[in-house]
């Protein structure tokens, strides 16, 4: 039997021969959970980042809870529109008929993202079609004034209060009628 020195006395090698040795796969292992651990604290870190400094949407609204539609083209009338049981009607009490899905679509404007909001001092209003824009969309009174369509990537400037930014999702709906 092959005796064994240690800090705190002899040990015999029967001893160690019982203690668990942590063999290289098990470490190899460790490391790899350690680093897999690691990546996904870097990934939710960045995650939580980019959600925290996100500009958000063109409106703070829930596009199913908005309730009254104003849309206006260049210099045409106004058109109003108003939630009902769940049904869009004009809101000039005529029967005509509307279409829910494209009322439904202008309401869904409220959610699109928008890529950073700037000054509308930053601009020249006349240049990105904010001076006289093609349409003007009011959400449950939320004013949104549409412009010209950027020439790369299909984004369309947008106008709420003093601010502009480009979004270009939900925004099909009246470039197509821009």
């Known amino acids: 039997m092959i005796a064994r020195c240690t800090a705190s006395g002899v040990r015999s090698s029967a001893a160690s021969a019982t203690a668990p040795a942590m063999t290289r796969a098990a470490r190899q292992r460790l490391w790899l959970l350690l680093g897999v651990a690691a990546l996904l604290a870097l990934a939710l870190w960045q995650w939580r980042s980019d959600r925290a ?6 409106l703070d609204l829930d596009p199913a809870s908005i309730s009254q539609i104003q849309l206006q083209f260049g210099h045409a009338a106004a058109m109003n529109y108003r939630r009902n049981h769940g049904h869009w009607q ?8 509307v279409d829910d899905a494209r009322l439904d679509a202008l309401a869904a404007i409220a959610a699109a993202p928008v890529e950073h909001w700037r000054p509308l001092t930053d601009f020249d209003p006349a240049k990105i079609g904010l001076a006289a824009p093609r349409a003007v969309l009011q959400l449950d009174g939320h004013t949104l004034r549409f412009g010209a369509v950027a020439a790369i990537g299909h984004r369309c400037y947008v106008q709420r209060h003093l601010r502009a930014a480009r979004s270009e999702e939900h925004t099909s709906e009246l470039q197509s009628r821009c």
């Open 53 to 58: 400094h996100a500009p958000g949407t063109l």
């Open 90 to 97: 004009a809101a000039d009490g005529t029967p005509a008929q």
